[in-house]
């Protein structure tokens, strides 16, 4: 339908060009300083065998990476809601809790077990484990919406389960599942942490090795050019594999309980499977970080732990704040519908999410420090957050207002609303909680975030995350370990928020007992 | 639910303003007495923070002190440019301080400044000043080698097959390549690279790394800085089984490389800056870093750290520190040979 | 309240015409239904009064305000209209109070008014007592009534409701039909009623509109819509129907299976005619009229359709007997037609 307000249309379009070129000043930045260099040379750095080793190096931790987690990921995610297992609430926030544990502190606890672990495989392995809770989340989420008829429909027709699962299931997430691996393969394109502490030089490790040895931005600026192709092209290809829209049927299309699968073998394995899982991604490296803080305590004092936990939490909570701001314009664009414009608009921002935290953090300290009093501040960084998060928030800002049925702001603005108050009394109450999710989702990265809050916090403020990174650069762990424990505690908090199982239906029910009987005059 | 809703967007909005600004009114610095100071430090908390809050006390400047990994100070600092907010910059290694001088964002010091450090420590356009030593040595297990190797080549020998190890993803071992390769050329140094390698040099990402596996017996000897055995020995808080030891006079094995500190020329508390210098070059300063940091004094004339020979015993190489900034050279070279 | 009129009104999605060329005028205070088959295109037309979307060509008018041009265009929430949707569309996070008074504009109402036209509408659609509840704790009808209050709230010019009973069961549907419809005369509102069932067009309606393919095919009040429609097709689309070969003769007397005349003669006119199973008495009486063989009863309760073959008429007859039906199937009948004889040529 067409939109009524064409104004409205282009005032919207005018605010989303807006956020991109906000969003796009590293990718500004990278072009500036690559330029600088001459065209051969710039030639010769693309063509020299180690770039070459380095870009398949990226590329083959990428497909490996997305292909686990596509097809294990999706595995897991099916046993989790289809089998029968015992405590299915504590295994599903069991697998989604490595999202509180940030990857450089995973290496770390990972190599404190397997001094030797290093490489291609030992990388993929712990991009898996960080990246895995991504997956699940999104699929869950579209399991969790999947109207429990169908399946009847269809094992009435004869179908067998595991036919369910592939023939009508499967298609339906299938969208989650092609969004799960897209974030999954920009964090490993993105990631430094894992991958420089496991000695595998990614495109991410080369950038940060070119500007710290060479003092060459050029070089690492033409490097970062190509890590911004390498996902250009990833994100087209899953645009492509992406498969057909299906019409979100908002709140209306809601799940009842589905019966799980009473099949022995299967529950026995999947239960080993998510055991295993929150062994190698849980129960191991908190057994690290405590073991080792045990063996030498260190006396640390409260209130450091206390002001870098403060400082963490507020600066994660602005940048998770102003990334909710600047992805509106866009959401808001998407639940408008597709158009060639909003496509564009999503793949910038996708693409810009592949940058990593050096790179934004580099551009923002070029741009910033003409900015005088505003460089170096809360502000600043909170920004950077937005910057380099902004993609997820787009997608949960634009999923949380698509729950909306259309009907019910069409109903809306024949009862007199414009579309601002249709927007503020209908849109944002009904879409409030899983907006809150979405905001959650970013705070809970952005404490995380390493390279980019060492160079744009104001001097003098420390996070928990440059706390740890300035512990481990001397190779005191046992020093670290306190505030490594402690940035992993406060970000379960949103972690488990965000396992809770949102039902549509139940979600306004003032009385349980009332919500489940239906008066039937 | 409306009411709430603005009530919470405005609120969120103000608090976001509210910290912004406050964060901004921090940062700005105001003319006449200088109150405070921004360091940029390389040099770790953990290990300079006494010193600068002693200096914090006795002259009643505040610092801001940014602590960061040096060589991504030094590319902060080039990338900030005329902008950098930055009065001080003091790096842990020479090679950070030469590319900040080359590109000319330091200021100038008078001779007055560190005037008790030697001259080979100081840049020749005294655009830094270096503040503490760093030598390279090898680390062993005593009992474990008969012979203790006299140059850096004899470890290419078969007697040292896969018996030592490095960390050639390291600053400090990088910077003694830059060495190696300005003093003997690039040939030599990437012929004694492939020959460490053919004869099973095992590969550590850190020192401290290294000196861990000497303690353990997983290998012999391994290319350090003389202060890793006392830090590692620290972090455990235990004694170890390792020690250091120090190639022939003159051998490049045997690199001194400085910490050290330079004013930033956009700097308007130029005074006060040079003033900290002077504080970190002091005599009791210098005194203090041999017995708390277990670093080399640059003052001629002051005590070794504990165990380690003098600094003018040790027969370093002479090696005009600004060749240290040519890292690149280095790291593509160790990238060809493979051990990067 | 002003009258509508909808003139040449064209609306095309991309390249499929929805709506074409469709022309209508209500008066005040008169309730029309929308009849039409699946596709047809009847809500589209209603949501193009609406305002929700916008037409290609023509004109839509409230009384002598123009409200919908393709160029020029009344946004919905200016045009005062009602909108009350397949599912009532309730805002979920809403009370059943604050539902209804949701269009009711804090500028132009005291807060004491908007709670007295609450509780006016409360009163009117009989669900004292609910005011703080939540959809989600509302049965299906209570739904139904609950977003015709919050569209009568307003006071609109106009009412439209998209098949607002379809999802209720029987005895529900009417009772809340009668109500609504009540209502709807005593506030004297404008309304359009779309369904698809044609006995619900017929009832509550001052006026049948039937559509088709996007065009308004007859447009008349039920009885000339029931009565006189102007197509074979239209009749059975507001009713059961027997269809039914005949021929006309250059004297206008036409000839069918059941008529007086018999069969017809050569040299007529042939084509169609279309009656009603209730315009047919069916009758022991041998002198009654044509005979045939009862081969099927079905059975309604209120009335019965009983078949009949008769020797004159490939297909057989259909013809609805009320009450208990005394027939039994192979019984020999005598049929006769009484009504109005709609003779179609072949077209």
Redesign the interface.
């Known amino acids: 339908m067409k939109s009524q307000n064409r104004f409205g249309s282009y005032g919207l379009r005018a605010l989303v060009a807006g956020v991109l070129i906000l969003i796009s000043q590293p990718l500004l930045y990278l072009v500036i300083r690559a330029s600088e260099k001459s065209g051969s040379d710039i030639v010769a750095l693309l063509t020299r065998q180690?770039t070459f080793e380095v870009l398949g190096l990226t590329l083959a931790l990428l497909c490996i990476v997305v292909f686990i987690n596509v097809f294990l990921g999706t595995a897991i995610a099916a046993g989790l809601h289809y089998v029968r297992i015992p405590y299915p609430r504590a295994l599903f926030v069991a697998t989604i809790v490595p999202l509180a544990i940030p990857s450089y502190v995973f290496t770390y606890t990972w190599i404190a077990l397997i001094?030797s672990l290093q490489g291609l495989w030992a990388a993929a392995f712990i991009l898996v484990l960080s990246t895995m809770p991504y997956m699940l989340l999104a699929v869950s989420i579209s399991f969790a919406r999947i109207d429990s008829g169908l399946i009847e429909v269809a094992r009435s027709l004869g179908l067998s389960k595991f036919a369910v699962f592939t023939r009508v299931i499967l298609p339906q997430v299938r969208r989650s599942i092609s969004a799960g691996a897209l974030l999954s393969g920009l964090y490993v394109l993105s990631d430094f942490g894992a991958v420089s502490?496991l000695?595998v030089?990614t495109l991410t490790v080369s950038i940060q090795?070119l500007?710290?040895?060479?003092?060459?931005?050029s070089a690492a600026a033409v490097i970062g050019l190509l890590l911004f192709l390498a996902a250009a092209l990833f994100v087209s290809l899953e645009s492509l594999v992406k498969g057909r829209d299906f019409e979100s049927r908002g709140a209306e299309g809601f799940a009842q309980r589905i019966r799980r699968v009473n099949n022995l073998p299967l529950s026995i394995l999947t239960t080993t499977v998510l055991a295993f899982y929150s062994l190698l991604a849980v129960v191991l490296p908190f057994y690290v970080l405590i073991s080792r803080y045990l063996q030498?305590p260190s006396v640390v004092a409260a209130s450091d732990l206390a002001t870098a936990a403060l400082s963490t939490i507020?600066v994660a909570a602005?940048g998770a704040?102003?990334a909710f701001l600047l992805s509106l314009p866009l959401a808001f664009l998407i639940t408008q519908g597709a158009s060639a414009f909003v496509s564009i608009s999503e793949k910038v921002t996708l693409m810009a999410h592949a940058l990593p935290g050096v790179v934004v953090g580099?551009a923002l300290?070029?741009f910033g420090?003409?900015l005088g009093?505003?460089?170096?501040?809360?502000?600043l960084l909170?920004f950077a957050y937005a910057v380099l998060f902004l993609a997820k928030s787009v997608a949960s800002t634009s999923a949380a207002l698509a729950l909306v049925s259309p009907q019910l702001k069409e109903v809306a603005a024949t009862l007199g609303k414009s579309k601002s108050s249709v927007t503020?009394?209908v849109v944002?109450?009904i879409a409030?909680p899983n907006l809150a999710l979405g905001v959650l989702l970013v705070f809970l990265t952005a404490m995380k975030e390493l390279p980019a809050t060492?160079?744009l916090r104001?001097?003098?403020m420390d996070t928990l995350a440059t706390e740890i990174w300035?512990?481990a650069?001397?190779?005191?762990f046992?020093e670290a370990a306190p505030y490594a424990l402690l940035l992993v505690l406060i970000a379960a908090i949103p972690t488990f928020i965000l396992t809770i199982p949102r039902n549509a239906k139940n979600e306004y029910a003032k009385n349980e007992n009332e919500k489940k009987v239906r008066i039937s005059q | 639910?409306?009411k709430s809703?603005?009530a919470a967007l405005v609120a969120?909005a103000g608090?976001?303003a509210g910290?912004?600004i406050?964060?901004?009114?921090?940062?700005?610095g105001g003319s006449g007495q200088v109150k405070e100071l921004?360091i940029y430090s390389g040099r770790?908390?953990?290990?300079i923070a006494p010193f600068f809050a002693q200096w914090e006390q006795e002259s009643g400047i505040k610092l801001?002190?940014?602590?960061?990994?040096s060589?991504?100070l030094?590319?902060?600092i080039?990338?900030?440019?005329k902008?950098?907010?930055a009065d001080l910059f003091l790096s842990q290694d020479a090679g950070s301080l030469g590319?900040v001088s080359a590109a000319g964002l330091f200021a100038t010091l008078p001779e007055s400044v560190g005037a008790k450090i030697g001259s080979q420590y100081v840049a020749s356009d005294r655009s830094w000043i270096g503040v503490t030593g760093r030598a390279r040595v090898f680390a062993y297990r005593p009992g474990s080698i008969e012979i203790l190797p006299s140059s850096v080549s004899d470890l290419t020998k078969s007697e040292f097959k896969n018996r030592v190890g490095i960390a050639p993803?390291n600053a400090s071992f990088?910077a003694f390549v830059t060495a190696l390769i300005s003093e003997q050329g690039e040939k030599f140094a990437k012929s004694w690279l492939e020959e460490m390698k053919k004869n099973g040099a095992k590969i550590f990402?850190?020192n401290?790394?290294i000196v861990e596996a000497i303690d353990k017996g997983e290998i012999d000897l391994g290319l350090v800085n003389h202060y890793y055995t006392w830090?590692?020995s620290e972090?455990?808080?235990r004694k170890i089984q390792v020690e250091n030891g120090f190639f022939a006079p003159g051998d490049l094995g045997n690199l001194i490389n400085v910490s050290g500190a330079g004013v930033l020329a956009t700097s308007e508390k130029f005074e006060a800056a040079t003033e900290l210098i002077n504080f970190l070059t002091s005599e009791s300063t210098q005194i203090s870093f041999v017995e708390d940091t277990h670093e080399y004094s640059l003052i001629t004339g002051i005590k070794s750290p504990e165990g380690l020979p003098e600094l003018t015993e040790i027969g370093s190489p002479k090696v005009d520190l600004v060749v240290l900034e040519k890292?690149?050279r280095?790291?593509?070279l160790l990238?060809q040979v493979g051990l990067? | 309240m002003t009258s509508l009129s909808v003139s040449h009104l064209t609306v095309n999605f991309g390249s499929r015409t929805v709506i074409s060329d469709l022309s209508f005028e209500l008066s005040q205070g008169e309730i029309a239904s929308l009849l039409g088959p699946s596709g047809c295109g009847k809500t589209t037309l209603l949501r193009a009064i609406a305002g929700l979307i916008q037409p290609t060509s023509g004109a839509i008018r409230f009384g002598s305000q123009l409200v919908g041009v393709s160029s020029v265009v009344l946004p919905p929430h200016k045009r005062g209209t009602g909108y009350v949707p397949q599912q009532g569309a309730l805002f979920p996070?809403l009370t059943v109070a604050k539902n209804i008074a949701f269009g009711l504009d804090r500028n132009s109402h005291t807060k004491s008014e908007i709670a007295a036209i609450t509780h006016e509408m409360i009163g009117l659609i009989g669900m004292k007592g609910m005011e703080e509840r939540l959809p989600s704790q509302l049965s299906g009808g209570q739904q139904t009534r609950v977003a015709l209050a919050r569209a009568l709230a307003i006071k609109p010019k106009l009412i439209l409701l998209d098949e607002p009973f379809s999802a209720l069961d029987a005895v529900l549907r009417d009772e809340l039909r009668t109500e609504v419809v009540g209502l709807l005369r005593e506030l004297g509102s404008t309304a359009i009623l779309v369904t698809h069932d044609r006995e619900e067009a017929l009832v509550s309606s001052d006026r049948v509109i039937l559509m088709r393919d996007g065009k308004v095919a007859q447009n008349g009040t039920p009885e000339e819509v029931y009565e006189a429609p102007i197509s074979p097709e239209i009749a059975a689309s507001t009713g059961d129907v027997l269809i039914l070969p005949a021929q006309q003769s250059n004297t206008g007397a036409t000839f069918f299976p059941l008529s007086r005349e018999g069969a017809g003669s050569a040299g007529s006119e042939t084509g169609y005619v279309v009656i009603r199973p209730e315009e047919i008495r069916v009758s022991t009486n041998a002198d009654a009229g044509a005979e045939g063989t009862l081969i099927h009863i079905d059975y309604y309760g209120h009335d019965a359709m009983l078949t009949v073959s008769v020797a004159q008429s490939a297909t057989p007859i259909r013809a609805r007997v009320a009450g208990p039906a005394d027939f039994t199937v192979g019984q020999k009948v005598y049929l006769q037609h009484l009504g109005p004889v709609r003779y179609f040529s072949r077209q």
């Open positions: 180690k001094p502490l000695n030089e090795n500007f710290k040895s060479s003092y060459d931005r030498n507020s602005m704040f102003i580099l300290v070029s420090s003409r009093p505003l460089y170096q501040s809360v502000f909170a503020m009394q944002f109450p409030l060492l160079m104001p001097t003098g300035s512990f650069a001397i190779s005191r046992n | 639910m409306r809703l603005i969120g608090l976001v910290l912004g406050w964060a901004a009114g921090n940062a700005g921004t770790s908390e953990e290990f801001n002190i940014r602590y960061g990994d060589a991504e030094a590319a902060q080039l990338e900030e440019g902008n950098s907010p590319a993803s990088q990402l850190k401290s790394a830090e590692v972090a455990l808080g890292v690149q280095t790291q593509d990238t990067l | 996070h």
